[in-house]
């Protein structure tokens, strides 16, 4: 079944900088990558998703990358802040797993002052 | 709007004994996901539902874990004689399916922290 990798345990950046975190999958049907925020002592939190269809999707502060071939896909976070400190997860899902999303381990971000 | 719901927020269990944990889908969501958080497994899928209807339980320990979703404003999640390596957060998240199963975003409700000692 799908394998999710997310190569970063933890990410320390200083605040206005910016913060890459990278996870690769495994299984080529996968066509959903939903990426999810979850902030100390509470549960997770949609931030954004790409799908198959497109390699780059933004919002605001937030760019996704996805590279098919190499399956591999990104979360890129601009001028980064304090409260963007939190644990991102990103996540993978296709019709071969019966859409089920399987996440990946987690990255810690901390953005310092 | 109140959110999934999930009840209760902390269960103590000896074990052996029997664990209910109960959820409630934000209202119009028709995919109920349920997961398990431990610091040292991580996020990992256990079943979900569409339409109420069982689609994929193969996170699920089959033995002792069952899940059910009897009408479309609540699922539970069974754990039978539990032991101490069930301690984890439990997570219930729900979505508006459409036409792609899971492909759409889950709201997570705040989960259940069960202890077994």
């Known amino acids: 079944g799908e394998k999710v990798e997310q190569h970063e345990s933890t990410l320390s950046v200083r605040e206005g900088d910016s913060a890459v975190i990278n996870c690769t999958y495994t299984?080529?049907?996968?066509?959903?990558f939903p990426w999810y925020k979850q902030e100390a002592g509470k549960s997770l939190h949609f931030v954004i998703d790409?799908?198959?269809?497109?390699d780059r999707k933004q919002s605001q502060r937030l760019t996704v990358l996805l590279d098919k071939k190499a399956k591999r896909f990104s979360l890129h976070i601009t001028a980064t802040q304090p409260e963007d400190s939190a644990i991102y997860f990103c996540a993978a899902s296709g019709r071969a797993g019966g859409y089920k999303v399987v996440f990946g381990s987690g990255t810690r971000l901390l953005v310092s002052p | 709007n109140a959110g999934v719901i999930q009840t209760p927020r902390h269960k103590v269990t000896g074990k052996g004994q029997e664990a209910t944990l109960w959820c409630e889908p934000i209202s119009g969501h028709s995919a109920v996901f349920w997961y398990r958080q431990t610091i040292v497994q991580g996020l990992e899928f256990l079943t979900y539902?569409?339409?109420?209807?069982?689609?994929?339980d193969s996170g699920m320990p089959k033995e002792r874990f069952s899940a059910q979703m009897p009408n479309q404003s609540h699922s539970t999640l069974k754990i039978q004689s539990t032991q101490p390596q069930d301690s984890a957060v439990y997570l219930c998240?729900?979505?508006?399916?459409?036409?792609?199963?899971?492909?759409?975003?889950?709201?997570f409700g705040p989960g259940t922290r069960l202890t077994v000692l």
């Open positions: 790409i799908r198959s269809n497109v």
């Open positions: 998240a729900s979505s508006f399916s459409g036409t792609g199963g899971a492909r759409a975003e889950q709201f």
């Open positions: 539902f569409r339409n109420q209807a069982p689609i994929d």
């Open positions: 299984d080529t049907a996968s066509s959903y």
